[in-house]
T-cell receptor, first 112, second 112 residues
Framework: KQEVTQIPAALSVPEGENLVLNCSFT??????LQWFRQDPGKGLTSLLL?????REQTSGRLNASLDKSSGRSTLYIAASQPGDSATYLC???????????FGGGTRLMVKP | EAGVAQSPRYKIIEKRQSVAFWCNPI?????LYWYQQILGQGPKLLIQ????????DSQLPKDRFSAERLKGVDSTLKIQPAKLEDSAVYLC??????????FGPGTRLTVT
């Protein structure tokens, strides 16, 4: 059974700092890995999707890496802003038609 | 393009009462998912539909939860009778087969 863990559970940083969020998964046989953002009281917004054959994906100030063999992914946020404050979730998919298995999330607070 | 719609957004009921949630997926998306997200945790899949057929309902508490997707479009999720531990956000997502999932805003259920 796939288990996804995110560390740390909560993180508080000053504005402008670069930061890394970690995600680990127990079964390396994944189809893809996805990072989401969730604002309080809102649904999930997809940030980046990495296929199992890829090593990283970039979008603006966000960069996600994937090391399938070690069961790890990181989300790098450059020059953090107060608007980045949210919960960040990673999720893995076993096959093309399968469900997502989520980690517990990292709650990020960026202080002005 | 309209997103995934869910209603109601909030619901408060007493334990042992029944409740129903509604989801309207993105037009043309064959796959529909219901997730349960307990406060402080990542979402957990309850049921996955492909058109109007069930693909995965292994984590659905079938003694009290039921779901249907008539005509392969809208879906309803019902809880009867509700328990205190059912308090959570219920998220609906849809996708074309094998592609990225798009999430609705969720329904926040409080059972007192």
């Amino acid at each position: 059974k796939q288990e996804v863990t995110q560390i740390p559970a909560a993180l508080s940083v000053p504005e402008g700092e670069n930061l890394v969020l970690n995600c680990s998964f127990t079964d390396s046989a994944i189809y893809n890995l996805q990072w989401f953002r969730q604002d309080p009281g809102k649904g999930l917004t997809s940030l980046l999707l990495i296929q199992s054959s890829q090593r990283e994906q970039t979008s603006g100030r966000l960069n996600a890496s994937l090391d399938k063999s070690s069961g790890r992914s990181t989300l790098y946020i450059a020059a953090s802003q107060p608007g980045d404050s949210a919960t960040y979730l990673c999720a893995v998919r076993r096959g093309a038609g399968n469900m997502l298995t989520f980690g517990g999330g990292t709650r990020l607070m960026v202080k002005p | 393009e309209a997103g995934v719609a869910q209603s109601p957004r909030y619901k408060i009921i007493e334990k042992r009462q029944s409740v129903a949630f509604w989801c309207n997926p993105i037009s043309g998306h064959a796959t529909l998912y219901w997730y349960q997200q307990i406060l402080g945790q990542g979402p957990k899949l309850l049921i996955q539909f492909q058109n109007n057929g069930v693909v995965d309902d292994s984590q659905l508490p079938k003694d009290r939860f039921s779901a249907e997707r008539l005509k392969g479009v809208d879906s309803t999720l019902k809880i009867q009778p509700a328990k205190l531990e059912d308090s959570a956000v219920y998220l609906c997502a849809s996708s074309p087969p094998g592609y990225e999932q798009y999430f609705g805003p969720g329904t926040r259920l409080t059972v007192t």
